[in-house]
């Protein structure tokens, strides 16, 4: 049978639309975080960082969203388009060396056409 | 090749059998790491290195889980005594510094490896 971890949180949004995929990490001291893309039978794709100075970076289509007070993070696709189905992952830097990435569970985006 | 290779895409060992998972980052990339995915969950950091030192090994679960860079360049990941609770995607990532801060990671697609 499914185990718990299967059951990751879907966000259904119709071809066009902006999406936004929210994210909450535990380590006040992490300076890093990314967004990573992950297709099936793929390995994750960077799409986006920002470092905790800042609580605001844009990228092509992408925005994401620093809170530090509530230890959020917002990643926005505007005009979301089939491609972007994929399951996202946020992640925030940790380790002596910057070396060690925490993911979080992931979220499923599907894009209706 | 321009990106992270890894092999094989997919193994499939007996419990009890030893497997050697390899990888080959971007060339002149400086840091490598491996990352364990269970499915359906996010990556979960196994060690990091920097050059052929192994500076970070705190992820790995077990002593039968073994890394190596010897030159610098490609790694392997060495589990010994496989177990059904192994049975994941393997995860290589390479940057060109140091660590992963401020710096594009790439990913590899993975080995994914079934116990049986």
Redesign the interface.
């Known amino acids: 049978g499914e ?1 718990v ?4 949180p879907t966000l259904s949004v119709q071809e066009g639309d902006n999406s936004i995929i929210n994210c909450a990490y535990s380590n006040s001291a992490s ?2 975080f ?1 967004w ?1 893309k992950q297709e099936s ?6 799409i986006i ?1 920002i ?1 905790s100075n800042m609580d605001k970076r844009q990228g092509q289509r992408v925005t994401v969203l620093l809170n530090k007070t509530v230890k959020h993070l917002s990643l926005q696709i505007a005009a979301t388009q089939p491609g972007d189905s994929a399951v996202y ?1 946020c ?1 925030d ?1 940790s ?12 979220t499923i985006l599907r894009v209706k056409s | 090749g321009a990106g992270v290779s890894q092999s094989p895409r997919y193994k499939v060992a007996k419990r009890g059998q030893d497997v050697a998972l390899r990888c080959d980052p971007i060339s002149g990339h400086v840091s490598l790491f491996w990352y364990q995915q269970a499915l359906g969950q996010g990556p979960e950091f196994l060690t990091y290195f920097q050059n052929e030192a192994q500076l970070d090994k705190s992820g790995l679960p077990s002593d039968r889980f073994f890394a190596e860079r010897p030159e610098g360049s490609v790694s392997t990941l060495k589990i010994q005594r496989t177990q059904q609770e192994d049975s994941a995607v393997y995860l290589c990532a390479s940057t060109p510094g140091g660590g992963m801060g401020n710096t594009e990671a790439f990913f590899g697609q993975g080995t994914r490896l079934t116990v049986v």
């Open positions: 185990s971890g299967l059951h990751l300076d890093y990314i990573y039978g793929k390995g994750p794709q960077f960082d470092r992952f992640a830097g380790g002596e060396y910057g070396n060690k990435l925490v993911f979080g569970a992931g």
